[in-house]
């Protein structure tokens, strides 16, 4: 009897560790799944904000970018107002389907690349006009 109760408490917390690791792995992946592409809805979408953050990109707003971004994640780092320009124009070719053409322009940024390299890391690249 002790052998089934010690058994069985094995199986629930290896159960419980694999379902984490899952739930880890899930969401690293959903998080990583919007970046670059727009037709993918990020963590913090909302009908208002789309719209806002729309007319940032035709209007090449960066300031209104900026407010809406809040500081969020690693892209407002590297974003600033010499380059969003360049950032607007990945996001207009995502739109238009030309992918590759917009991975072009984010590698240049120093966006999307899966170990931190790129123009945009360090001390270069205008990062104290933040």
Known sequence: METKKYLSKKFLLGT??????????GSAL???A???DPNVKGPNYTVERHDA???AFENNDYNAWKELMAGRGRVTQIINEGNFSKFAKAHKLALEGKMEESKKIRAELGLGLRNGSGKGQGMGMNRNNR
């Open 16 to 25: 419980s560790m694999l379902m984490a690791t899952a739930g880890l792995v």
């Open 30 to 32: 959903y998080a990583s």
């Open 34 to 36: 919007y970046q670059g």
């Open 53 to 55: 953050m729309t007319k």
